[in-house]
């Protein structure tokens, strides 16, 4: 087929459907892009289930009771109206899941754009910028698997470690962080290991040896060993699970010493229901939205200096990555349900998926 749309019901992520598309015309002022690639991770899932409290589904609309959820990924210009933007040219950035996506470029220059079509206007901007993808601009050749799997979670991995140390870590002693073998857990850790507080990773005991071998949590327990934990010291909770019952276990185990609960991801989509976060004991749990720490140090330190320390920051991930985790690349829109079907069900933590259309 040509180009094709990949459809999930908004309240069951389990039924989707990969639906024929047809790249329209483009009007002035519109670019096409042709989807390239992208990368499909627990991260995407997240934006399934939090489709409707963060506005997910509104980036990309569908029909009905369908969605088409948000995935990163590379475009190439096939198609353009606007002078700035030229055909042949690579974009990283937001995609649907589909062949293509047509975009209204707004300060369009040469490091990239932002889309302005209307319904995405009153979204988060960091969502909708699309970055030329050069070497210059900190896309090297060969790394395309690399950036549209890593790119966003270790951004939000960079964010949420800054955000612990512009508050100093709310005091905490030790930061326990759940789904510790999620790559935007252990982007994370890398960040952490060299500051002053312990860092536990929390896990299943399925993927207990992944986390271990990944050298980078002073300690390791499972969800079931909570109870074992040292609760005598202020700690902290980074939950990249959404798993209400090891919530509730965590804030039940530390009381008053758990000084800071912070809500990340959902990996744990199927175990949602719980007691209701506010009722538990400490402190209370709250949403962490990595835009907002990305704006807060834009306006503080400035775009470039912002892009200089996560430039690093990146780099020296990139450099110990590959140890732990393989890319697996699969055709799309062939593969693409069955490898969204694993990785809802929960694909194996050393391995990622990029699908190439």
Request: aromatic share 10%; net charge negative; hydrophobic share 40%.
């Amino acid at each position: 087929m040509r180009s094709y749309d990949f459809l999930v019901k908004r309240n069951d992520l389990t039924a989707c459907s990969v639906e024929p598309a047809s790249e329209p015309p483009i009007a002035p002022g519109e670019v096409l892009l042709r989807v390239e690639r992208f990368g499909l991770t627990a991260n995407n899932i997240t934006y399934g289930v939090a489709g409707d409290l963060i506005g997910y589904w509104r980036f990309f609309p569908a029909p009905g009771d369908w969605g088409r959820i948000p995935a990163w990924g590379i475009g190439t210009v096939s198609a353009s109206t606007v002078e700035a933007v030229a055909e042949g040219g690579r974009y990283f950035g937001y995609f649907p899941m589909s062949g293509h996506l047509v975009v209204s470029p707004a300060k369009a220059g040469p490091a990239g754009f932002a889309d302005d079509v209307a319904h995405r206007r009153e979204l988060p901007p960091v969502y909708n910028q699309y970055s030329l993808m050069t070497e210059a601009l900190g896309f090297p050749a060969g790394q395309d698997n690399h950036q549209v799997i890593y790119r966003p979670l270790f951004t939000t991995s960079f964010v949420l470690a800054d955000y612990f140390a512009d508050h100093d870590n709310f005091g905490a002693g030790q930061v326990i962080l759940a789904s510790a073998s999620s790559k935007t857990a252990f982007g994370t850790a890398l960040m952490m290991r060299d500051r002053p507080q312990r860092t536990i990773g929390l896990t299943s005991e399925a993927n207990r040896r992944f986390v271990q071998r990944l050298g980078l949590y002073d300690q390791v327990a499972t969800y079931d060993e909570v109870a074992d934990l040292d609760a005598s010291q202020p700690t902290a909770y980074i939950d990249m699970s959404g798993n209400r019952a090891v919530l509730a276990a965590v804030h039940r185990h530390f009381g008053g010493n758990l000084v800071n609960s912070c809500s990340v991801g959902i990996t744990h989509r199927e175990a949602r229901t719980g007691p209701d976060p506010a009722t538990l004991p400490g402190a209370r749990p709250t949403l962490f939205f990595a835009p907002d720490q990305v704006r807060k140090r834009n306006e503080e330190w400035g775009s470039a200096r912002f892009k200089q320390n996560l430039g690093a920051a990146w780099g020296a991930f990139l450099g110990v990555v590959d140890q732990w985790v393989d890319i697996l690349e699969a055709p799309a829109p062939g593969r693409l349900e069955s490898v969204y079907q694993t990785v809802l069900d929960g694909a194996a933590p050393n391995e990622a998926h990029v699908l190439v259309n």
